[in-house]
């Protein structure tokens, strides 16, 4: 990754430790990195495995707990002075993360160092020379129809966990023999589709389904979604066996986010972006793939 985008990031995270007291949100951090909200929201994600707003509510809870630990201010001092509201605010929020009220944390005599702030300038691996080099096609996708199964998953980590698990209950329970109205008759095409992105909460809709050519008739335990036109980028996977493809799937989208984009003229419109799965993807296969589309759209526009 280029080292100006990196320090473009890295000057949120040197801007919300300095104003940990103030109110922050996604838009203003954004605006210090110099780039869109989603796209900001999903370039942070990558490089800190967590959102930028989880990232906020963590360092505000670790400075809390060192000036808890190692100081004798007031704790209602300690919680405006990190950004929380009141004291009420404050010891729940403590309480979730520590198990401990602020008060029972300091009665038992903890002491915690002074956790250092993310660095995303310290790689943990070498940085391909240049950029990487990753074959993508740009295709401008008409508005089409989705008819499905969804759930609501979170961008923590969690969703590494529930999508692949998801899958697993689609395809052992042949859900997809029973969606109506497919586009694809002869040779289904499946979608995985991200939307309806909550940034502040950190979730977002995971829907497995097919096109379709109309909602008429649709069962009432799936659900139909329709999404309009858009810009994509299209990637695909490395050819790799069948155990090898959910890890596969999820490097793809790492390198996405942290080698291409820096190098490529583009960024996330924060539309829906999917996954594409067909014939390479299924029984009888001896390598699987499948291709990524990710809606984006020049810098300068």
């Not at 799937?249 to 986010?257: E, N, R």
């Amino acid at each position: 990754m280029r080292t100006d985008y990196l320090k473009q990031v890295q000057a949120t995270v040197d801007y919300i430790d300095t104003h940990l007291a103030e109110e922050l949100s996604l838009s203003l951090l954004a605006k210090v990195a110099l780039l869109s909200d989603y796209h900001f929201h999903r370039v942070f994600q990558t490089l800190a495995g967590e959102t930028v707003m989880e990232y906020v509510r963590k360092r505000r809870l670790a400075r809390s707990a060192y000036q808890v630990s190692q100081t004798e201010e007031r704790l209602l001092d300690i919680a405006l002075a990190n950004g929380f509201q009141n004291h009420e605010t404050f010891t729940r929020a403590f309480k979730r993360m520590f198990e401990l009220t602020p008060a029972e944390y300091r009665k038992r005599g903890i002491r915690i160092p002074a956790y250092a702030k993310l660095n995303v300038l310290q790689r943990k691996y070498n940085p391909y020379l240049g950029g990487i080099q990753m074959d993508y096609r740009m295709e401008t996708k008409p508005a089409f129809k989705v008819i499905g199964y969804e759930i609501q998953t979170t961008s923590d980590g969690e969703n590494l966990k529930q999508i692949p698990a998801f899958w697993q209950t689609y395809i052992q329970n042949g859900l997809g023999c029973k969606i109506p109205n497919r586009v694809h008759q002869d040779s289904p095409i499946e979608l995985g589709v991200c939307h309806g992105f909550n940034m502040d909460e950190g979730t977002f809709l995971y829907l497995i389904g097919m096109e379709a050519e109309s909602f008429d008739n649709v069962p009432a335990d799936m659900v139909c979604r329709e999404f309009g036109e858009a810009e994509y980028a299209v990637f695909t996977t490395p050819k790799v066996p069948e155990d090898q493809f959910s890890p596969s799937i999820q490097s793809t989208w790492q390198a996405i986010f942290s080698e291409w984009f820096p190098h490529s003229g583009y960024e996330h419109t924060g539309k829906p972006e999917f996954e594409l799965y067909d014939y390479r993807s299924g029984p009888g296969n001896e390598l699987w793939q499948m291709d990524i589309y990710v809606p984006v759209k020049r810098k300068d526009q």
